[in-house]
């Protein structure tokens, strides 16, 4: 595949995962990318309605189907697992709230594989009408069946707790042992 239907492609992605931004469109859109952004549609749209019928009718009908969460553990295998812990997250949010956008994307295809990534600004509500903001990396594998489009592996992963890193004076994340901004460290001790 050349760099640019890869770009294009990645454009296209971004658009579907994202409010609108672009200022012109291309003239001819890649069939392919237009599949694909239905599927992604549908998922959220799914999702947000907490219609598990819909959702797992997105999965390839394949006994090695994955999907992944952040930690040790969240690796659901099958389509039963996938069902399973589709039902576990809706949970934890009231339908009809998730709300996203997702500014940094990736992706491409060939022949009847396709993948994405993207990083993700989300917004929702527990059951109980707390808001909640965070953010999610997601990354998938679809393949081309004869039903069309259907995810074959679904990643997800978000920062929890104490694991994000410190940040430095101008915003960005430190390096591993990297002091902040402003500190010294202790001046070494004379024998």
Known sequence: ????????????LA?????????????????????????????????????????????????????????PGEFWK??????????????????????HQCPETSGGHDGNVAWLA??????????????REYALNVSAVLKKGKAGWRFQTFHFSNLTGGDVPPMEDDGQPMEEGEEPAGTTAPAPKAE
């Open 78 to 99: 099958g389509k039963a697992a996938v069902e399973e812990t589709y039902k576990q997250f809706f949970q934890d949010f009231k339908a009809g709230s998730l709300q």
């Open 118 to 131: 993207a990083s993700c600004d989300m917004k929702d509500s527990t059951p109980d009408g707390e808001t």
């Open 15 to 71: 658009g579907v995962l994202t409010a609108p931004v672009w200022a012109a469109e291309p003239a001819k859109p890649d069939p392919v990318t237009e599949e694909i952004k239905a599927v992604l549609r549908q998922h959220d749209e799914a999702l947000n309605k907490q219609d598990l019928k819909s959702l797992m009718a997105l999965y390839a009908d394949d006994p090695k189907v994955v999907l992944m969460g952040t930690g």
């Open 1 to 12: 595949m050349k760099n640019q239907e890869r770009l294009l492609l990645a454009t296209i």
